[in-house]
């Protein structure tokens, strides 16, 4: 890294140029402590693209041109996705200004929606078991609904069949107890 220090008195007079050289085992040691648990590719690229530091040991590569090309990183950060080597990636970018340095991630899609996919499977679980609970629910409601409704409907086909010796057992005081009661207090003949 190079800088001018300027006259602070007289901005346009340099007064000379500070530079400073950082080993790229520095670098990578950054990269190393912040990133170690990740699968992606991180690199740190020069204007002319060539890999300055990296991760994975492509530090001197020239970093592929259609790549670049393809994706243009025309703001000061962002991210995009990418296909590279036939895997998908979410690719991130910061721009170093004053270096002409470009700091670039890809972090593979699929690594990074595992997680996703978990929350994917307990939600469906969840899902299956809220819907049973409900069909169990409604069918021990109907159960208790349509049960004595059964009943009420084979004892009028005795009555129908001039069987008029029928008792109802109510239990309960709804519509369809009281309705047994009635039937109950009809005279037999």
Known sequence: ?????????????????????????????????????????????????????ALDGFIGIQMDADFIDKYPLREQRGSFTATYNARNYQGTYYKLPQEEWLLLGLEPLDVMLQGNTAIRNVLLIAVIVIVLIFLIAITLFSARILGPLGKLRSLMRKIENEDFNVQFPVKGNDEIALLGQSLNNCPSA
């Open 1 to 53: 890294m190079e800088h001018s220090i300027n006259d602070i008195d007289n901005a346009s007079h340099m007064l000379g140029v500070l530079k400073i050289e950082v080993g790229e085992n520095i670098l990578s040691s950054i990269f190393q402590e912040r990133l170690s648990n990740t699968q992606g590719h991180y690199y740190l690229i020069d204007r002319n693209n060539q890999i300055i530091s």
